[in-house]
């Protein structure tokens, strides 16, 4: 039965594919914003849990030094997202003005 080696052969290399692929769920209500929604949060996670990482592999005489570099790295955040909010809200009040 040779078409039963070569199915082997074919699931093999199948098995190799799904390792790579990046399943997107099929959903009819799917929105490509919640999508980007949930990345953005994905790697917002990640963001913080490496630099939590970094800095606890930092070795430092005191607690107090890691405590503080971990809030300067959500203060950058914060601040960043805060002027994006800002900026955000520049264009669409930009837009809405030119729409009226």
Known sequence: ?????????RAAKNSHAKCSMIRIPW???FSPIEFLKGVAERVKKS?????????SNRV????MGRSKSIGVSVDYFRTAAVEDCIEFFH???S???SNS
């Open 91 to 93: 264009i669409q009040s």
């Open 1 to 9: 039965m040779p078409w039963k080696k070569n199915t082997r052969k």
């Open 47 to 55: 963001m913080c849990f490496s630099s939590m990482r970094r800095s």
């Open 60 to 63: 430092s005489s005191s607690s």
């Open 27 to 29: 959903i009819p209500e």
């Open 95 to 97: 837009f809405s003005r």
